[in-house]
């Protein structure tokens, strides 16, 4: 029973120590680097990655919309116009007609 009690003594005093040893140096540094790691290094690559992002993909994006969206109005104007005349010729073959059918 009392090596187990010595041997807790020994791991508490070593969970308890204060003294600082090259394990301890190693774990700080660790953790140091961790914390630059994650909350300087990876904002910055999330930005980087961000900005990147926004240049080759939605600037170029946006882009092709301002430029074609123009000409899709253009085109929409112009079914529209294609319509009307289509619709102007109808009219105008069924007069025809009726002119037609009216004189036999």
Do not use: G, W
């Amino acid at each position: 029973m009392s090596h187990r009690n010595e041997l807790d003594q020994v791991i508490d005093r070593i969970f308890k120590s204060t003294q600082e040893t090259d394990a301890s140096r190693t774990l700080k540094e660790i953790k140091s680097n961790n914390e630059y790691i994650m909350n300087t290094q990876l904002r910055k690559l999330v930005e980087l990655h961000d900005t990147s992002f926004r240049q080759k993909c939605v600037v170029p994006m946006a882009s092709l919309y301002e430029r074609y969206s123009e000409q899709l109005v253009r085109d929409e104007d112009l079914q529209r116009c294609a319509e009307l005349v289509d619709r102007d010729i109808r009219i105008i073959e069924t007069a025809i007609e009726l002119i037609k059918q009216s004189k036999k």
